[in-house]
């Protein structure tokens, strides 16, 4: 069985966030770029199902050249080989999902892990766009999977709960943190990594129906307010918690 | 705490490759996530966490630089370096079980050994099923390793093994021991296994440093080695020297971790911890003492890639090893006391881990070849001149 692991170059949620000087794009500069957390749990369901299973595990990320670098540690954990979409251009959802669902079709992989979303723009649907495209079965937010042959038993996180489902191969898991503890990219995985081949070919022609008119960063946070501090503060507190903070 | 991005003042990044970045990121990773969060707590306790060895196995720290076909991975000394760099920032005592692993159980097995030893206990040693010391130092012979009186007398199908070991990382939970002894009055190398009759490893206790690694006396009577266990191709003590060069490269780039740990916690303290109305970081002498640290880290990293790269091409000299080790080791010690400073009375808890690499260093400072006679060495290499014979 083939199975694919869409994976996105996301800066470091650790990274300070400059925006461009366009206006809507982040500067890039001294941003470190990483594997979109969300997706090494997806990485970690596609080796563990392959190891289980057998098949090949195929990586296929959209974007540009530093994407590679995202790349290359999924070859590292044992991704057995990578397509490149290139596009340096902006993509909204559904035109990255039309890309993705174009290769995979190309590719005949039957099972594909995502991450639930993507920690840069936060959108959360391209792995059901691409399922709803592709006519594949789509189970999202996955805690836990299960494939016996062709069927797949995954648990959900939802408000309040967690929901069993059931459902079949062609399918697309977007992964959920705690479905998994990704490993670590091993020595031995780095090294080999450098054998295996990152095919590169342009990504599909984006048709945009989403445009970024810009970018803002969050207000700076105010400077906390000392009212008092002893029990004659109380009723100020709570007419500010009432009529300024509106919590009460 | 802040996720930890490196202590790169002169772009050094911008010289390692892409494979040694990913190694080093990988190793930096499993530090963050599995070393830091238990450390502390092994310290205190004086235990070396065990649980980390398949682990650490499995990522690939194990004589990293050997061949594929011993199931290691064979990277260079760059990634090696880093490897250390990133272990030590963890701590001192989980560095020490890698380096004794890597640089003095495989290397002497791999540079010294017959085939059927390093058939037989390379890939158990990579995949840390089997754990391996390295019995070089007496209680009466340290800094001057010739003069041991542990003794091998030949017999019928092997050798009779006497004397004792002592400071010995990882004796008590090693399965094999690379112990050097006198053959006719020369040094040769031989594979101690657990459980031979004669041999015993007991645990030193009350140690202010390294409580989070084992150390062991290592005690041998009558112990029967077979002849297929001593190490063929070691003849003198140039070979147990040669191992030392090893762990002390390791150490090298190891003390300059530490120094990135201490700065990094150091400099986040001064940020936020506030006296007469300001950080402390807006005070001069806190400056001074994070611009001194920050410095010594830059030099030794410096040292640390120079050396690496002439050791990669096959051109590094012991004296090059001893001056980065000792001036490594000395500033990291001193860097350590200067962050614990900056800390005031908090940087002596376990909250923080400055206390914790100062202690540590102290030891490192001292063990694989003393500031003392790394010095020495060096004099004797710059006068043509031996200051201690």
Redesign the interface.
């Known amino acids: 069985m083939k199975i694919a692991v869409c994976v996105s170059h996301v800066p470091d949620t650790a990274a300070k966030i400059n925006i461009g000087a366009d206006g809507k794009t982040i500067d890039p500069n001294g941003v470190t770029y990483v594997v979109n957390p969300y997706d090494e749990f997806a990485i970690e369901e596609a080796l563990k199902t392959k190891e289980a299973a057998g098949g090949e595990v195929i990586a296929i990320s959209l974007g540009g050249e530093a994407n590679k670098e995202t790349i290359r540690k999924a070859l590292a954990m044992g991704v057995d080989s990578a397509v490149l979409l290139k596009d340096d251009n902006y993509r909204d959802s559904l035109s990255v999902a039309k890309a993705l669902a174009e290769e995979i079709k190309a590719q005949n992989a039957e099972l594909v892990f995502f991450g639930k979303q993507s920690v840069d723009f936060d959108n959360s649907v391209v792995g059901q766009m691409t399922a709803e495209l592709l006519n594949y079965n789509c189970v999202s937010v996955v805690v836990s999977f299960k494939l016996e042959g062709n069927k797949i038993t995954a648990e959900r996180e939802i408000e309040g709960g967690k929901e069993v489902v059931e459902t079949s191969l062609p399918a697309i898991i977007t992964a959920q943190k705690g479905l998994n503890e990704p490993r670590y990219a091993s020595l031995k995985g780095i090294m080999a990594a450098k054998k295996k081949t990152i095919e590169e070919k342009p990504a599909a022609a984006a048709e945009n129906k989403v445009e970024v008119l810009g970018l803002k960063k969050p207000a700076a946070k105010q400077a906390g307010k000392i009212i008092g501090s002893d029990a004659t503060a109380v009723p100020e507190l709570v007419r500010l918690l009432k009529e300024e903070a509106k919590v009460i | 705490m ?2 930890f ?1 490196g202590v790169d003042y002169f772009q050094l990044e911008s010289l390692y490759s ?2 040694e970045i ?2 080093r990121n ?1 190793v930096r ?2 530090v963050d996530h599995e070393i830091i969060p238990v450390i502390e707590k092994h310290y205190m306790e004086g235990t070396f966490p065990l649980h980390l060895v398949p682990k650490l196995a ?4 194990f004589g ?1 630089t050997l061949p ?1 076909k011993y ?5 260079n000394n760059v ?1 090696y370096g880093l ?1 250390m760099q990133e272990l030590e920032r963890g701590d001192s005592g989980v560095r020490s079980f890698a380096s004794v692993q890597s640089g003095l159980v495989m290397y002497p097995i791999f540079t010294f050994g017959s085939e059927e030893q390093k058939d037989y206990w390379l890939p158990k040693l990579a995949a840390g099923e089997k754990i391996g010391c390295f019995g070089l130092t007496e209680p009466d012979f340290g800094s001057n390793p010739g003069g041991m009186i542990t003794k091998a007398v030949k017999v019928d199908g092997g050798y009779l093994l006497n004397g004792a070991k002592m400071w010995i990382t990882n004796g008590t939970i090693a399965d094999v021991a690379v112990v050097w002894a006198k053959l006719d009055g020369k040094v040769k190398g031989f594979l101690v296994e657990k459980g031979m009759k004669g041999f015993s490893a007991p645990e030193m206790k009350g140690k202010h440093s390294l409580r989070a690694s084992v150390t062991s006396e290592l005690v041998f009577e009558d112990v029967f080695i077979p002849e297929a266990n001593r190490l063929p191709l070691a003849d003198g003590l140039k070979a147990p020297l040669m191992c030392l060069n090893q762990a002390r490269y390791g150490i090298a780039w190891g003390v300059t971790g530490a120094m990135m740990a201490v700065y990094d916690s150091a400099l986040s303290y001064a940020k936020s911890r506030i006296q007469f109305g300001k950080p402390i970081a807006s005070f001069q002498m806190t400056q001074e003492k994070l611009v001194y640290i920050l410095t010594e880290i830059t030099k030794s990293q410096l040292l640390n890639y120079h050396l690496a790269k002439l050791k990669d091409k096959g051109e590094v000299k012991h004296t090059h090893i001893s001056m980065a080790k000792r001036n490594n080791c000395e500033k990291a010690l001193d860097a350590a006391r200067v962050a614990r400073e900056i800390f005031g009375a908090n940087g002596i808890l376990d909250e923080y881990p400055v206390m914790r690499h100062s202690a540590n260093l102290e030891s490192v400072k001292t063990y694989e070849g003393t500031h003392e006679m790394h010095t020495l060495i060096l004099g004797e290499d710059i006068t043509g001149i031996p200051a201690f014979e």
């Open positions: 802040n996720k991005t892409d494979d990913m190694i990988s990773e499993f499995e990522l690939g720290v990293p594929q199931g290691c991975a064979e990277v990634a490897i």
